[in-house]
């Protein structure tokens, strides 16, 4: 038996203790705060078990699937039953027209959305007769994607879906951490243009919209992605758990051991860490076994968000629920004052139908984001009064909701920079053997990519520790 700590007890540390509990390590898993699980988190809400945080995993990447697969839970999962989306554009709800993460693929349906104006529709179109503008190193999305698209494209069709995903502004983020698959798009050899790339991409086609049959993208189980937190933490076999136990310090030991420092109480010494936790925590704790590694871990920016659930009756909505929810670009900040985007959850999951609860309709609002957090400010009354007034302007929404719950996420979503995936390398090399990094600040905001990190790291110091015992 092997002494391993792994430091946070949200989704990436979770999946780090789990793998090295299954290959024989002896695990002690350190978490600040009173529950594991992180930002995946349900409880009761208008009759049923409704997510506060992350509401899905994307199935394009296996590691979520493939580890509910491990956990014998793979019959528990659904799909959305509503999978057409919309975008509130120029003054109404258009259809999001069939697309790759904001690049259209259909320029006719782009067309008869109405979510561009006539001269941005024209613009779009040049894409199909500009040349190739090869990528300069890693750019920022908005800047690839305005040179090919144009502005209001990047305004109103790629930033609310990309920028939505990682609660960010796509004028600042990384087109190769955050969207690889639009990088390769602007790097097809065949394709000079990117909706030309986009359209090989999908198949040769139109692609596929967001209202179209296929296999499913996402995926959760029926009770929720806490679901998935409490059978992780059931299968951790003879893992110690130690909620409450923030970590102070680490500091070396010896030849290769370190010692973690907590508060209020003795270190205790370990072969190795897994740290999962935000990026500046673990720069902070990176101090003393890493300097080098520290400081730009701890540059890492980070945007915070709400998501505002609200139970309203369904003669309260003036329209169909007829798709899983819309997105709001920012540059529609004037008429829509606090909302990013809002799933229509009793649409989107059959399971929060109104028959599966009290009859009323889930609606989950996003608030928040990088550069746009000002309202996050805002006690939670005037939060949700805030959120209701926005409603009444893209969907209609008339009278008081029923019932209300605010789940605030501070310094939840690690923005990248362009040049992110490099600084991460370095990181990473930077870092003694018996240390290894895992969560949402490397690779990925997703779910599937926080489980990936820490089933990695897991591997990379099992291998240290244990490799002489093979």
Same mark, same amino acid.
């Given at each position: 038996?092997?002494?391993?700590?792994? !430091?946070?007890?949200?989704?990436?540390?979770?999946?780090?203790?789990?793998?090295?509990?299954?290959?024989?390590?002896?695990?002690? %898993?350190?978490?600040?705060?009173?529950?594991?699980?992180?930002?995946?988190?349900?409880?009761?809400?208008?009759?049923?078990?409704?997510?506060?945080?992350?509401?899905?995993?994307?199935?394009?990447?296996?590691?979520?699937?493939? /580890?509910?697969?491990?956990?014998?839970?793979?019959?528990?999962?659904?799909?959305?039953?509503?999978?057409?989306?919309?975008?509130? &554009?120029?003054?109404?709800?258009?259809?999001?027209? #069939? =697309?790759?993460?904001?690049?259209?693929?259909?320029?006719?349906?782009?067309?008869?959305?109405?979510?561009?104006?006539?001269?941005?529709?024209?613009?779009?179109?040049?894409?199909?007769?500009?040349?190739?503008?090869?990528?300069?190193?890693?750019? @920022?999305?908005?800047?690839?994607?305005?040179?090919?698209?144009?502005?209001?494209?990047?305004?109103?069709?790629?930033?609310? %879906?990309?920028?939505?995903?990682?609660?960010?502004?796509?004028?600042?983020?990384?087109?190769?951490?955050?969207?690889? =698959?639009?990088?390769?798009?602007?790097?097809? $050899?065949?394709?000079?243009?990117?909706?030309?790339?986009?359209?090989?991409?999908?198949?040769?086609?139109?692609?596929?919209? *967001?209202?179209?049959?296929?296999?499913?993208? +996402?995926? &959760?189980?029926?009770?929720?992605?806490?679901?998935?937190?409490?059978? /992780?933490?059931?299968?951790?076999?003879?893992?110690?758990?130690?909620?409450?136990?923030?970590?102070?310090?680490?500091?070396?030991?010896?030849?290769?051991?370190?010692?973690?420092?907590?508060?209020?109480? $003795?270190?205790?010494?370990?072969?190795?860490?897994?740290?999962?936790?935000?990026?500046?925590?673990?720069?902070?704790?990176?101090?003393?076994?890493?300097?080098?590694?520290?400081? #730009?871990?701890?540059?890492?920016?980070? *945007?915070?968000?709400?998501?505002?659930?609200?139970?309203?009756? @369904?003669?309260?909505?003036?329209?169909?629920?007829?798709?899983?929810?819309?997105?709001?670009?920012?540059?529609?900040? =004037?008429?829509?004052? !606090?909302?990013?985007?809002?799933?229509?959850?009793? *649409?989107?999951?059959?399971?929060?139908?109104?028959?599966?609860?009290?009859?009323?309709?889930? /609606?989950?609002?996003?608030?928040?984001?990088?550069?746009?957090?000002?309202?996050?400010?805002?006690?939670?009354?005037?939060?949700?009064?805030? !959120?209701?007034?926005?409603?009444?302007?893209?969907?209609?929404?008339?009278?008081? @909701?029923?019932?209300?719950?605010?789940?605030?996420?501070?310094?939840? +979503?690690? =923005?990248?920079?362009?040049?992110?995936?490099?600084?991460?390398?370095?990181?990473?090399?930077? %870092?003694?053997?018996?240390?290894?990094?895992?969560?949402?600040?490397?690779?990925?905001?997703?779910?599937?990519?926080?489980?990936?990190?820490?089933?990695? *790291?897991?591997?990379?110091?099992?291998?240290?520790?244990?490799?002489?015992?093979?």
């Amino acid at each position: 038996m092997t002494g391993i700590v792994v !430091v946070g007890g949200g989704i990436a540390g979770l999946a780090a203790a789990h793998r090295l509990a299954a290959a024989g390590a002896d695990v002690t %898993l350190f978490e600040s705060g009173d529950h594991l699980g992180g930002k995946l988190r349900t409880s009761p809400f208008a009759g049923r078990l409704v997510d506060e945080g992350a509401d899905a995993f994307v199935l394009r990447a296996p590691a979520a699937v493939e /580890l509910c697969r491990t956990l014998d839970m793979e019959g528990e999962l659904v799909h959305p039953a509503a999978r057409r989306a919309y975008v509130y &554009s120029r003054g109404q709800l258009r259809p999001l027209p #069939p =697309q790759v993460l904001g690049i259209p693929t259909d320029l006719e349906a782009l067309a008869a959305s109405g979510i561009l104006s006539p001269a941005g529709l024209d613009r779009v179109h040049e894409d199909l007769t500009l040349p190739a503008t090869p990528l300069a190193g890693d750019e @920022p999305i908005g800047a690839v994607v305005e040179r090919r698209l144009g502005a209001e494209a990047l305004d109103r069709l790629v930033d609310p %879906l990309v920028g939505g995903i990682n609660a960010g502004d796509t004028r600042r983020l990384s087109l190769a951490a955050v969207v690889p =698959q639009i990088d390769a798009l602007a790097r097809d $050899a065949d394709h000079p243009g990117l909706i030309e790339a986009a359209q090989a991409a999908a198949g040769g086609g139109t692609g596929r919209g *967001a209202d179209s049959g296929g296999e499913p993208v +996402f995926a &959760s189980p029926a009770a929720g992605m806490g679901r998935l937190v409490e059978a /992780l933490a059931a299968d951790l076999g003879p893992t110690t758990v130690r909620l409450g136990t923030p970590v102070e310090a680490l500091t070396p030991r010896g030849e290769a051991g370190l010692t973690v420092h907590l508060a209020g109480a $003795a270190g205790l010494d370990a072969d190795a860490v897994v740290l999962a936790v935000p990026a500046s925590a673990a720069g902070t704790l990176l101090r003393e076994v890493a300097p080098e590694a520290a400081g #730009p871990l701890a540059g890492v920016e980070h *945007a915070s968000v709400a998501i505002v659930t609200l139970a309203v009756r @369904p003669d309260d909505i003036a329209r169909p629920l007829d798709a899983s929810g819309f997105l709001v670009p920012r540059v529609e900040n =004037q008429a829509v004052a !606090v909302v990013t985007a809002c799933s229509w959850a009793s *649409a989107k999951w059959a399971h929060l139908a109104p028959g599966r609860g009290d009859g009323t309709v889930v /609606l989950r609002a996003s608030v928040g984001r990088a550069g746009g957090d000002a309202a996050l400010d805002l006690d939670d009354d005037d939060l949700v009064a805030r !959120v209701v007034e926005d409603l009444a302007v893209t969907m209609g929404l008339v009278g008081a @909701p029923r019932e209300v719950r605010v789940s605030r996420w501070p310094g939840s +979503f690690p =923005q990248y920079a362009p040049g992110h995936l490099e600084r991460i390398a370095a990181t990473e090399a930077a %870092l003694p053997p018996t240390v290894a990094l895992a969560g949402a600040a490397l690779l990925g905001v997703g779910v599937p990519a926080c489980i990936r990190s820490g089933t990695e *790291a897991a591997d990379r110091v099992w291998a240290v520790v244990a490799g002489p015992r093979r």
